[in-house]
């Protein structure tokens, strides 16, 4: 089955450094891929989505110059917190589409990434 | 707008009892609809969606749903919990942008009783 790779699993920064998350579909091609943030035990929120080869598309909300994504092949998208700071810390995990069709292909998920702010 | 409501944020169930949760969505146009299984610190895995077509869907692990249009429902079942089954659930409807996005419930967190 379609495999997404999310990198790393857990990460612990200090406050004012920038961390990058990388998430990769392995064994498919992903023209879109999706950001989302989850605080604890509440539901995922869509931070961006991100076509290969164009700008992310940023939700109502979310600082786009504080998380740079970045979609620049069809296996690979970058997630940069910048400057981060204490309240950037959350679950984040990615997702990628398989397949051209966008209404009925499924997404598959990373396993998130836990990113702490010292 | 799309959206989906989860009721009960958390249900719990004894071993080898019934598994219901409860999904309900609006859409202003036919929806496609999905559960998602999350385990702790984990991604999300596709348990089943519904696209078109047959609207008893049957999904991984035992688990089925049935689209109800007439009452805007999606609900989750499995006849027999298993412990292994505890963990957090998520209905989501997709979106109708062009990302075809989706759109989360808030989660149902299932506990099994030995």
């Known amino acids: 089955g379609a495999v997404v790779s999310q990198h790393p699993s857990r990460v612990i920064c200090k406050s004012g450094t920038s961390v990058k998350i990388e998430c990769r579909s392995l064994d498919f091609q992903a023209t879109t891929m999706f950001w989302y943030r989850q605080f604890p035990k509440q539901s995922l929120m869509l931070m961006a989505t991100s076509n290969e080869g164009s700008k992310a598309t940023y939700e109502q909300g979310v600082e786009k110059d504080k998380f740079l994504i970045n979609h620049a092949s069809l296996t690979l998208s970058t997630l940069t917190v910048t400057s981060a700071h204490p309240e950037d810390s959350s679950f984040y995990i990615c997702?990628?589409?398989?397949?051209?069709?966008?209404?009925?292909?499924?997404?598959?998920f990373g396993n998130g990434t836990r990113l702490t702010v010292t | 707008a799309q959206s989906v409501t989860q009721l009960g944020s958390h249900v719990s169930v004894s071993e080898g009892a019934l598994v219901l949760l409860r999904c309900n969505y609006s859409s202003s146009v036919p929806p496609y609809l999905f559960w998602y299984v999350q385990y702790p610190n984990q991604g999300l895995q596709l348990l089943l969606k519904y696209t078109t077509g047959a609207t008893l869907v049957k999904g991984i692990n035992g688990f089925e749903a049935e689209f109800k249009k007439s009452e805007t429902s999606f609900h989750l079942t499995k006849p027999s919990a298993h412990m292994s089954d505890a963990a957090e659930y998520f209905c989501a409807v997709r979106g109708m942008d062009s990302s075809y996005k989706l759109i989360f419930g808030s989660g149902t967190r299932l506990l099994v009783r030995p």
């Open positions: 997702s990628a589409r398989e397949g051209p069709d966008r209404g009925r292909s499924p997404l598959h």
